[in-house]
């Protein structure tokens, strides 16, 4: 009850404040006096009625899958030298659209953001919940009309708009989220020089200025698609064209190159930017771009024991079943958010080979002799160009696999790649 009068009286609050604008006569200091009566109001509001009565923007996230191993040639119990890190890359960017949904009676996570349902209420004998909860909504409703008619109205322009387009979405409690096709897979390899290893920060740089031009391409042909949907919008509907995305990417794999240590070099991204765009709507509207980063691999206790600043960034990591993962939060490196997946933990218990997941998707491991895979740097230095061949597929496979993890992912209305496949079979149980 203490919010519903708070919030109907935040409501009479923006009324008598809106009269001024329309040109009525009111005195200053009555005016200042409700200016600051309603940021009081608004600060003493339920968080999760708060987030009702904001104005939210657009985000636009943009991903970089990277899977990678490592080649190494085993020198004894304690000590083995690196010979290559292999990986491979692909980009997807989702758009996220606030949503104009009911409220209903729910408190908010005060760390996460989260929102949950409120059920104790329902165990008050004589409450009317649906009573209580239209009487919310109706004040959401005018004070929503009041401070944000025409951004709303601009929002829900865009949201038509990307929905006639045919791109895929979900629609969650709150927002709508549309993704993009992957980008074709690319391979990279890095051969490790003598006396000089590679670091885990080097690899996100590495990666950062290979994806960055896919992203930045992407990203610009979003906005002009959002301006072109904004310029249309007076139309009829059949008048809007359709934008052609391609193909959701089958597993184009485009030829492996080399990286040297010339490619590692500082990045310029942003781990996240907002601007406030008005070229394709009427009312400013917030876009935020989010840079996230998954590096998915085949038993990463393994492979990030190779590099050179492991000491440093184990400590900053959980153990999952002896596996090396991001829970919670990700890293921050080199201004991006990096997860880290294995797909040793996206596997069934029964056949957890990597050459068991490429064959999923008809994409085998190569096939070497006991005696190579014992003798890599032999190899490497007799016929690289098979060297090549078998060290990337080691880092597709896991790339291949982390996509469809998170494809399936998204049909249950989530986001990013899983931790284990047990939480993705929860959430499955769950949706069904």
């Not at 005018?142 to 387009?165: A, E, F, M, T």
């Not at 896919?214 to 007076?234: D, G, M, R, V």
């Not at 052609?244 to 990286?259: D, H």
């Not at 999952?320 to 990700?330: E, H, Q, R």
Request: glycine letters at 4%.
């Amino acid at each position: 009850m203490y919010n519903l009068i708070v919030i109907n009286l935040y409501e009479i609050a923006l009324k008598t404040l809106i009269l001024k604008e329309l040109g009525s006569e009111i005195e200053e200091d009555l005016y200042t006096d409700l200016l600051n009566l309603s940021r009081d109001l608004y600060s003493r509001l339920d968080p999760s009625l708060r987030n009702k009565v904001t104005k939210r923007g657009i985000s636009i996230i943009q991903n970089s899958y990277i899977g990678f191993d490592s080649e190494y040639k085993n020198i004894d119990e304690k000590y083995n030298k690196l010979l290559s890190v292999q990986m491979a890359y692909n980009t997807r960017t989702l758009v996220k659209i606030p949503k104009e949904s009911s409220y209903v009676l729910s408190t908010m996570h005060p760390l996460r953001n989260e929102i949950y349902k409120e059920t104790s209420l329902h165990a008050i004998p004589g409450l009317k919940i649906e009573l209580l909860e239209n009487s919310f909504n109706a004040s959401i409703a005018r004070i929503r009309g009041i401070r944000y008619k025409k951004h709303d109205s601009s929002i829900s322009l865009l949201l038509k708009g990307l929905q006639r387009q045919g791109i895929p979405f979900i629609d969650r409690d709150d927002m709508f989220i549309f993704t993009l096709p992957l980008s074709a897979i690319q391979p990279i390899i890095y051969f490790a020089v003598e006396g000089k290893g590679l670091s885990f920060k080097e690899m996100v740089k590495m990666t950062n200025s290979q994806c960055e031009p896919i992203l930045n391409e992407t990203y610009q042909n979003l906005l002009s698609l959002l301006e072109k949907i904004s310029s249309l919008a007076t139309e009829t509907e059949t008048s809007l064209p359709f934008v052609e995305q391609g193909e959701e990417n089958k597993g184009e794999i485009l030829p492996s190159q080399v990286a040297t240590s010339e490619d590692i070099r500082e990045s310029t991204l942003k781990r996240m930017t907002r601007t406030f765009m008005t070229q394709f709507t009427e009312e400013k509207i917030s876009v935020s771009r989010i840079r996230n980063s998954y590096f998915i691999a085949h038993l990463t206790n393994a492979d990030l024991s190779m590099l050179s600043d492991f000491e440093e960034l184990k400590e900053q990591l959980d153990i999952v079943n002896k596996s090396f993962v991001t829970l919670g939060k990700p890293l921050n490196i080199e201004n991006t958010n990096v997860f880290i997946r294995d797909t040793m933990l996206l596997t069934p218990a029964m056949n957890k080979s990597l050459d068991a997941i490429g064959m999923l998707y008809g994409f085998e491991k190569k096939k070497l002799t006991k005696e190579e895979i014992s003798n890599m740097d032999v190899l490497l230095a007799t016929d690289k160009n098979r060297f090549t061949d078998y060290a990337v597929r080691d880092a597709i496979i896991p790339l291949i696999h982390g996509n469809y993890m998170e494809h399936f992912n998204f049909q249950l209305k989530e986001l990013g790649i899983p931790i284990t496949l047990s939480s993705l079979g929860i959430k499955y149980v769950k949706h069904n």
